[in-house]
């Protein structure tokens, strides 16, 4: 059974930045089948996509936050990871990852656990 | 930009059907999912491609996608469906979630 989960620090200061890492278990990240995406949820409010990678390293983010992202895929450690640049009280919220799949449609399955991240000095 | 449109709550009867709704232009040209979280816990995949099931979801809950609007629909609605629900769809590239909607079974 697959399992994803999130990992990095759970404070970050005003404009540094946020570094986080997805662990996959249970299948392989270089399935061609699927990709793999973070999702966030401030508190309180819903869910927002932040970006996803295929295994073969073509990213997509979303355009509000794409100048201050960059995601990549570690094969062979079965890992993908979030890097945000430049972070505000905006960004503090449960970050999720999760496996994508594209087939007549996108849908991700399984998340992970998610990990809170808190922006503050 | 694309977007989804939900309504931020739904009541409903326990034993009664629920439908949540899911507003997008044109949305019967896009394959629509959607995903149940209850609090604290991660979301779930409960339909994708619009009407399909994942395993493990009951056969209680079905979904269709006609002109602009998805819809959602849990019948014989059990207090353990409370939860909050997100649509989702893709436009341009880019992965869209609806607002979501916190169905309540009172």
């Known amino acids: 059974q697959l399992q994803l989960q999130e990992s990095g620090p759970g404070l970050v200061k005003p404009s540094e930045t946020l570094s986080l890492t997805c662990s996959v278990s249970g299948g392989s990240i270089s399935s061609s089948s699927y990709y793999w995406g973070w999702i966030r949820q401030p508190p309180g409010k819903g869910l927002e996509w932040i970006g996803s990678?295929?295994?073969?390293?073509?990213?997509y983010y979303n355009p509000s936050l794409k100048s201050r992202l960059t995601i990549s895929v570690d094969t062979s450690k079965n890992q993908f990871s979030l890097k945000m640049y430049f972070v505000t009280a905006a960004d503090t919220a449960v970050y999720y990852c999760a496996r994508g799949t594209t087939d007549n449609g996108n849908w991700f399955d399984p998340w992970g656990q998610g990990t809170p991240v808190t922006v503050s000095s | 930009s694309y977007e989804l449109t939900q309504p931020p709550s739904v009541s409903v009867s326990p034993g009664q059907t629920a439908s949540i709704t899911c507003s997008g232009d044109?949305?019967?040209?896009?394959?629509v999912c959607w995903y149940r979280q209850k609090p604290g816990q991660s979301p779930v995949l409960v339909m994708y491609q619009d009407r399909k099931r994942p395993s493990g979801i009951p056969e209680r809950f079905s979904g269709s996608n006609s002109g602009n609007t998805a819809t959602l629909t849990i019948s014989g609605t059990q207090a353990m469906d409370e939860a909050d629900y997100y649509c989702?769809?893709?436009?341009?590239?880019?992965?869209?979630f609806g607002g979501g909607t916190k169905l309540t079974v009172l």
């Open positions: 990678i295929y295994y073969a390293g073509s990213t």
């Open positions: 044109k949305l019967q040209y896009k394959n």
């Open positions: 989702q769809a893709w436009d341009s590239n880019t992965v869209i």
